[in-house]
């Protein structure tokens, strides 16, 4: 079982930074890919960014520019990296990963607590 551990949301006025992490903890071969997503009131659950075990990076267009996403497997931490916030970005942050089993299998670790970001003046 993989645990995943959310943390560095907060309180930001629009303009500001926050980086979020996102530790996995748990029995795993490798990791396949690691995302973000993020869930705001009475709307559906949304991709921000994902990053393949290649490096490769995919953004949704709402946060382009400005959001990075950055994995370190060594750690099993994915980080996301936003700037120039705004209040719309404001919700319920999630991070998810697809890893290989050491059965030759890929799993999704699933959803952790998740952290709160705030955009507001």
């Known amino acids: 079982q993989v645990q995943l551990e959310e943390s560095g949301g907060g309180l930001v006025q629009p303009g500001g930074s926050l980086r979020l992490s996102c530790a996995a903890s748990?029995?795993?071969?490798?990791?396949?890919?690691m995302g973000w997503f993020r869930q705001a009131p009475e709307k559906e659950r949304e991709l921000v960014a994902t990053i393949l075990s290649g490096g490769r990076t995919v953004y949704a267009d709402s946060v382009k520019g400005r959001f990075t996403i950055l994995g370190d497997n060594a750690k099993n931490t994915v980080y996301l990296q936003m700037n120039s916030l705004k209040p719309e970005d404001t919700a319920v942050y999630y991070c998810n990963i697809y890893y290989y089993t050491y059965g030759g299998g890929l799993e999704s670790s699933g959803w952790g607590q998740g952290t709160q970001v705030t955009v507001s003046s």
């Open positions: 748990g029995r795993m071969l490798s990791i396949s890919r």
